[in-house]
């Protein structure tokens, strides 16, 4: 008989890469019977992975309280061996699996306290200093309390390992790097020919460049065609951007599946990763920027340190708040066919030899592997390998 894990998400989409694409999908295949509680609007099986629908909020706070609670009551359902939450608030939810005895891993995709720092519905002061402070209390009691705790990126490990060195041994690196047999399958998406294109795609919110990218391309007068993938944070923000002059030379595609992005991105000629110098982006692994490379794009990046050490082979960098800077690299990059064509090659060849999910997902296996075959609570931790 298979085993049976749960995946929760009460936020992201079903067709989440992370959470679907790599983690479920790889873990159907490795012989695991794995549900995904989401939201999505039917019951279904879609690459070995039974999908349970979850009605998501509207209300961000509504959410926050309510969700725990209905994932808590989907999750029981199921009766699974092992439960892998995905949203900061779920680990509410895991608490009270732990009391009941499953086993429950959390899967931190972002620094959240350095995220709600830059979260703009925090702006009042109370609930600016209220909601990081209750989530301290829940980051420490599920490191405590969890049988793992993934991190996403690399640049976690100085927080975590200092503030909870006692528990490090629950900690495992799953690297949120592209899938190179599924970008493979897929094919470029048809384009206009002659004209140069820069994509971005990514949540389109205040602090990700998309106003300056909208600002290079009244600049440029139409040189380029700027291809905007993914939505949008906030009403205010669209009407912002859709009122700048440059909007004229942008196609704006969308929310659209992994695999109509990868298509996009295979018929582009470079991609844009200009985020602001916010203190979660500076030491972030942009999933993005590797999945640019993945499809062979040359990309132009925020000038952060840590970018420079990651990035240098595929990418060059910018000023991302400046917009004569960001024209003037691209224009450089159009008219040099050589630096184009060895960024492009040199970025493929480092996801596929360091940055590859498949490399990644053997850890998911080894940690899976311990927890699973670990009897009743137990307080053995999981090493990050």
Known sequence: MKTRICHLTSVHHVTDPRIFLKECVSLAR??????????????????????????????????????????????????????????????????????????????????????????YYLKNGVMKR?????????????????????????????????????????????????????????SPASREDGTFVAVYAGKLSWNRGIKELIQVAEIMKGAIEVNLIGQWENDALERECRALPGWRYVRFLGFLPPQDVYGHMKASDIGVCNLYPVSNYMVSLP????????????????????????????????????????????????????????????????????????IEEKKLMEMYDKIVKRPGNGAAGVDDG
């Open 30 to 119: 490795a012989g695991y019977e794995v549900f995904l509680v989401a939201p999505h609007f039917r019951e279904e099986t879609v690459d070995g992975v039974h999908i349970i629908p979850f009605k998501r909020f509207d209300n961000r706070f509504l959410r926050m309280l309510c969700s725990p609670f209905l994932m808590l009551k989907s999750a029981l359902k199921l009766r699974a061996e092992m439960y892998h939450l995905h949203d900061p608030e779920l680990q509410i939810a895991g608490f009270l699996l732990k009391l009941l005895g499953r086993r429950v891993v959390f899967d931190s995709h972002e620094m959240v306290l350095m995220d709600l720092g830059d979260k």
């Open 130 to 186: 209220l909601i990081p402070a209750v989530y301290r209390l829940v980051e420490a009691l599920a490191v405590r309390c969890l049988d793992g705790y993934v991190l996403a990126e690399d640049g976690y490990r100085e927080y975590f390992f200092a503030k909870y060195r006692r528990y490090s041994h629950k900690f495992v690196f799953l690297r949120n790097y592209p899938a190179l047999r599924l970008i493979d399958s897929v």
């Open 287 to 358: 999933v993005k920027a590797l999945e640019y490379m993945a499809c062979g794009l040359p990309m132009v990046m925020s000038d952060f340190p840590v970018w420079r050490r990651m990035f240098t082979s595929g990418a060059v960098f910018v000023d991302p708040l400046d917009v004569d800077a960001i024209a003037g690299t691209i224009t450089r990059l159009m008219q040099d066919g050589d630096m184009l064509a060895s960024l492009k090659a040199r970025g493929r060849r480092l996801v596929e030899t360091e940055m590859s999910w498949e």
